[in-house]
T-cell receptor, first 114, second 114 residues
Framework: DPKIIQKPKYLVAVTGSEKILICEQYLGHNAMYWYRQSAKKPLEFMFSYSYQKLMDNQTASSRFQPQSSKKNHLDLQITALKPDDSATYFC?????????????FGKGTRLTVV | AQKVTQTQTSISVMEKTTVTMDCVYETRDSSYFLFWYKQTASGEIVFLIRQDSYKKENATEGHYSLNFQKPKSSIGLIITATQIEDSAVYFCAMRNYNQGKLIFGQGTKLSIKP
């Protein structure tokens, strides 16, 4: 059974619209992340959260907003979508405070903006 | 600033042989962790092996091993007795001691020929 669930698996959106990418993890981790993978920039770090608080933000655009309603949830809201936002978005998690442990990844949401 | 570089875009080898993939990194931190991940054709990202910067011994895990050359800031991945199912994209990544985020290299596509 997948331990990190991302929904939906595929998403097609119209330019200018808004979408929310869902992520839930059942590993008991308290640190969660979002990464983006596109043809231009493979596996690019976007955000990290620890105990539902933003720890690091490497995304220049405010159009990307993480939302953590529960400690095992970290959704990603993207507003005013652009074709350049087309990518696969991966949610990930790890145990906070132990940098030598692995980061686990979900299977990704492939977003296409038309 | 942290940076991870994989210069080999793709490698093709015969099944049952040994392959080495290169990775160099940059960091100002004295303590850090180096990881190798594999991305399968389905897009799944799977952890393979880790090297702690303060350990002199090269990490091994099954048919994966690392060639850690700290003075050269190099962490090569060695796969012995390759199998067809090892065909994937391999990513090198780094994580500093007090940071949660992983910084990834560009990836190396490995093709195993029968």
């Amino acid at each position: 059974d997948p331990k990190i669930i991302q929904k939906p698996k595929y998403l097609v959106a119209v330019t200018g619209s808004e979408k929310i990418l869902i992520c839930e993890q059942y590993l008991g981790h308290n640190a969660m992340y979002w990464y983006r993978q596109s043809a231009k920039k493979p596996l690019e770090f976007m955000f990290s959260y620890s105990y539902q608080k933003l720890m690091d933000n490497q995304t220049a655009s405010s159009r990307f907003q993480p939302q953590s309603s529960k400690k095992n949830h970290l959704d990603l809201q993207i507003t005013a979508l652009k074709p350049d936002d087309s990518a696969t978005y991966f949610c990930a998690s790890s145990q906070e405070g132990t940098a030598n442990t692995e980061v686990f990844f979900g299977k990704g949401t492939r977003l296409t903006v038309v | 600033a942290q940076k991870v570089t994989q210069t080999q875009t793709s490698i093709s080898v015969m099944e049952k042989t040994t392959v080495t993939m290169d990775c160099v990194y940059e960091t100002r931190d004295s303590s850090y962790f180096l990881f190798w991940y594999k991305q399968t054709a389905s897009g799944e990202i799977v952890f393979l092996i880790r090297q702690d910067s303060y350990k002199k011994e090269n990490a091994t895990e099954g048919h994966y091993s690392l060639n850690f050359q700290k003075p050269k800031s190099s962490i090569g991945l060695i796969i012995t007795a390759t199998q067809i199912e090892d065909s994937a994209v391999y990513f090198c990544a780094m994580r500093n001691y007090n940071q949660g985020k992983l910084i990834f290299g560009q990836g190396t596509k490995l093709s195993i020929k029968p």
